[in-house]
């Protein structure tokens, strides 16, 4: 009888240790998903004191203390400026001013659109006059450009919606003649001509 009692014992243990270990391995685990850290930050764009370029060929702007610029030597006497603008990234603005054969913007937009995949066109001024800006290629380009009296002004930069854009865009708003544009180049500041956008479809 003594025998029968310890082996009932025995199973109902057994039967208990069975039914804890496979509710245990059944048991839902609680698993620890770790947390991914979604950092979005805005392009950093660095703060700088501005500093005053005045050209010999009848221009001045403000530019961040932080860059440099390096007057490009060109022989060809139609050019009347050419600057360099860079910066520590490897980055840079164009600056160029020179004699064209153009009479005026559409003119020039209409050559311009034939050799150019133009995405985005924009009238602008720089010194009260007219221009346009540009933005086309591929790397994407920012172009603003104003024709007065037979000089063509270009600005130029790789597009990066960040802080070379934004220099591009205060230099041609702060952009101003000096007294020596109408003797050292073809024209000068004082036509103001009305800007007319040519219209483009590009496939």
């Not at 009848?58 to 860059?67: E, M, R, T």
């Not at 104003?146 to 802080?163: L, P, R």
């Amino acid at each position: 009888m003594k025998s029968k009692q310890i082996k009932w014992i025995a199973a109902v243990l057994i039967f208990l240790a069975t039914t804890a270990w496979a509710w245990w391995q059944l048991k839902p685990k609680n698993k620890e998903i770790p947390q991914q850290e979604i950092n979005i930050k805005q392009a950093e764009i660095p703060q700088a004191e501005t500093v005053t370029y005045e050209d010999w060929s009848g221009f001045k702007f403000d530019y961040p203390d932080i860059l440099t610029i390096k007057e490009v030597e060109l022989d060809n006497p139609e050019v009347y400026s050419s600057l360099e603008i860079s910066g520590t990234d490897g980055k840079r603005l164009m600056i160029r001013v020179s004699d064209t054969q153009m009479t005026d913007l559409v003119e020039w937009q209409k050559s311009f659109n034939r050799q150019n995949s133009v995405r985005k066109i924009d009238q602008t001024t720089l010194a009260d006059l007219p221009g346009l800006k540009l933005q086309y290629g591929a790397p994407e380009m920012m172009l603003t450009v104003v024709i007065d009296s037979g000089v063509i002004y270009e600005i130029k930069n790789q597009a990066d919606t960040g802080f070379w854009d934004r220099t591009h865009n205060d230099l041609v708003a702060g952009w101003q003649f000096t007294a020596s544009a109408a003797t050292n180049t073809a024209g000068g500041a004082g036509t103001n001509e009305a800007v007319t956008l040519v219209e483009e479809t590009v496939e």
